[in-house]
């Protein structure tokens, strides 16, 4: 049991993926015996419609040259990956499309549809991925794996300790089944449960979720922490960093309305800065 057909989303603007965040992501889906493919999106940014603007700065003339670097930036980043990729023996193809700068995470999920899981590296915290995550998230309909190379970066040797964060929910049991494959990898599943903090999470909850992995050869643990008076994001945060988890399974609560998004309160405080890689499932 493993994932074959993994996406990699490599960003052109403004601030292109790393190849750093590259390599983790290849290293990543050899470690998980995975293929990956990646997909960078040429970003087309709006004509100015300011004549005066345009006129006294020049606006449209660097709306070109920054399409530009973005092209540059996609034909570098899917070359690199292709070299390493082929070289890890994890290489399962490319794709480039140019779409609007708003649409970018649109086109991404698009494509993420037909694959296993989506890789979204983020960077900076305004760079516009997180809302090209928020997208392929609530897009898509698969997981997405987040992760932050130099904070929060993928292993790339082996699959150590990994957390499923339960509540007993349809997003926590989704998130459980589409990281299956990836569970059966881990050295370690601690299925964590968060009680006194929500009415539907009760001691013993993650008895069942055990049972379950267990049923699909994965050695799981259950493991409850009293919130007391924490929220679930600061609770999650404080046992990953405790237990040096590589991973955090967990469902993403919210809703998409007009390219918006209402995220749930621990997903929103997971996303917002994350320490170990998040896979979420909506």
């Known amino acids: 049991?493993?994932?074959?057909?993994?996406?990699?989303?490599?960003?052109?603007?403004?601030?292109?993926?790393?190849?750093?965040?590259?390599?983790?992501?290849?290293?990543?889906?050899?470690?998980?015996g995975g293929t990956i493919s990646a997909m960078a999106v040429e970003v087309d940014i709006p004509a100015v419609s300011n004549r005066v603007a345009d006129y006294l700065i020049g606006l449209s003339g660097m709306a070109k040259d920054q399409e530009r670097k973005s092209a540059e930036a996609c034909k570098a980043g899917l070359d690199y990956f292709t070299t390493q990729a082929k070289a890890a023996g994890v290489f399962g193809g490319v794709v480039s499309r140019r779409a609007d700068l708003y649409l970018v995470g649109a086109n991404v999920a698009d494509h993420a549809r037909t694959r296993d899981f989506c890789i979204v590296p983020l960077a900076e915290l305004t760079d516009?991925?997180?809302?090209?995550?928020?997208?392929?998230?609530?897009?898509?309909?698969?997981?997405?794996?987040?992760?932050?190379?130099?904070?929060?970066?993928?292993?790339?040797?082996?699959?150590?300790?990994?957390?499923l964060a339960w509540d007993g929910s349809r997003?926590?049991?989704?998130?459980?089944?589409?990281?299956?494959p990836m569970?059966?990898?881990a050295k370690d599943v601690a299925v964590l449960s968060v009680t006194n903090e929500k009415s539907v999470t009760y001691a013993g909850i993650g008895v069942d979720a055990v049972r379950h992995l267990r049923a699909h050869g994965v050695e799981a643990r259950a493991v409850e922490i009293d919130a007391a008076?924490?929220?679930?994001?600061?609770?999650?945060?404080?046992?990953?960093?405790?237990?040096?988890a590589d991973l955090l399974v967990m469902g993403a609560y919210?809703?998409?309305?007009?390219?918006?998004?209402?995220?749930?309160?621990?997903?929103?405080?997971?996303l917002h800065n994350p320490i170990v890689p998040l896979m979420l499932s909506h």
């Not at 897009?139 to 699959?159: I, K, Y």
């Not at 997003?171 to 299956?180: N, T």
């Not at 008076?229 to 040096?244: K, P």
């Open 171 to 180: 997003a926590a049991a989704r998130a459980m089944a589409d990281a299956l």
């Open 183 to 185: 569970l059966s990898k």
């Open 1 to 32: 049991m493993s994932f074959k057909d993994i996406l990699l989303q490599i960003n052109s603007y403004p601030d292109p993926t790393s190849t750093d965040a590259i390599d983790q992501a290849v290293s990543f889906a050899a470690v998980i």
């Open 254 to 270: 919210g809703q998409s309305k007009f390219r918006e998004f209402v995220l749930g309160g621990a997903t929103a405080h997971m």
């Open 128 to 163: 516009g991925q997180r809302s090209v995550a928020e997208t392929v998230i609530f897009g898509s309909g698969r997981s997405v794996l987040l992760f932050r190379a130099g904070a929060a970066d993928l292993p790339t040797r082996e699959l150590g300790t990994v957390v």
């Open 229 to 244: 008076g924490d929220r679930i994001g600061t609770v999650l945060e404080r046992y990953l960093a405790e237990s040096s």
